[in-house]
T-cell receptor, first 115, second 111 residues
């Protein structure tokens, strides 16, 4: 069990550029979640997948955001035309099981800074 | 809507002091409740959880009891250590898969 990994750990980009983040969940975990955390706040849910199906998206996930999990393993989160307000820590989590109370294991996060 | 309210931080205590971090929630139905901890430079880790009313979650000397009548899940520890210095997040999982987090409470324990 190597834990949830995220890449890159830090990303600095200019406003208007596109960025893509990758998340590798714990192997055999069929659920994968994306959250966003800004300074001084708790994480906020963005979206989640069960296997390759994206089952829920938050209103926070504007048209500029897209997430995929094409083979039910790793996932990518892309932000197009980045804005300064997108600066945040993007967290990925995964869980195993069919019920809500299974623990979500979090990765270390990708810190995005938009200049 | 669904939300979690935690006591404002930061909280500074001396080693061996008693800790309480208050957490209340609003949710429909019977959510599962969690405390997550984030140590400096590390990712979020589950500290403890409770899935139904009157359940007590416990781990590493920390405890929290699911109180449906007061919609609360306060975190307590009888004797904190310097190594408990971290940010603590209360969260609930209601009608969907997502976790709804509070803003976090930063705890600093001095020797």
């Amino acid at each position: 069990d190597t834990g949830v990994s995220q890449d890159p750990r830090h990303k600095i980009t200019k406003r208007g550029q596109n960025v893509t983040f990758r998340c590798d969940p714990i192997s055999e975990h069929n659920r994968l979640y994306w959250y966003r955390q800004t300074l001084g706040q708790g994480p906020e849910f963005l979206t989640y997948f069960q296997n390759e199906a994206q089952l829920e998206k938050s209103r926070l996930l504007s048209d500029r955001f897209s997430a995929e999990r094409p083979k039910g393993s790793f996932s990518t989160l892309e932000i197009q035309r980045t804005e300064q307000g997108d600066s945040a820590m993007y967290l990925c989590a995964s869980s195993l099981g069919q019920t809500r109370s299974y623990e979500q294991y979090f990765g270390p996060g990708t810190r995005l800074t938009v200049t | 809507g669904n939300s979690v309210t935690q006591m404002e931080g930061p909280v500074t205590l001396s080693e061996e002091a008693f800790l309480t971090i208050n957490c209340t929630y609003t949710a429909t139905g019977y959510p599962s409740l969690f405390w997550y901890v984030q140590y400096p430079g590390e990712g979020l880790q589950l500290l403890l959880k409770a899935t139904k009313a009157d359940d007590k979650g416990s781990n590493k000397g920390f405890e929290a009891t699911y109180r449906k009548e007061t919609t609360s899940f306060h975190l307590e520890k009888g004797s904190v250590q310097v190594s408990d210095s971290a940010v603590y997040f209360c969260a609930h999982q209601g009608g969907s898969e997502k976790l709804v987090f509070g803003k976090g409470t930063k705890l600093t324990v001095n020797p």
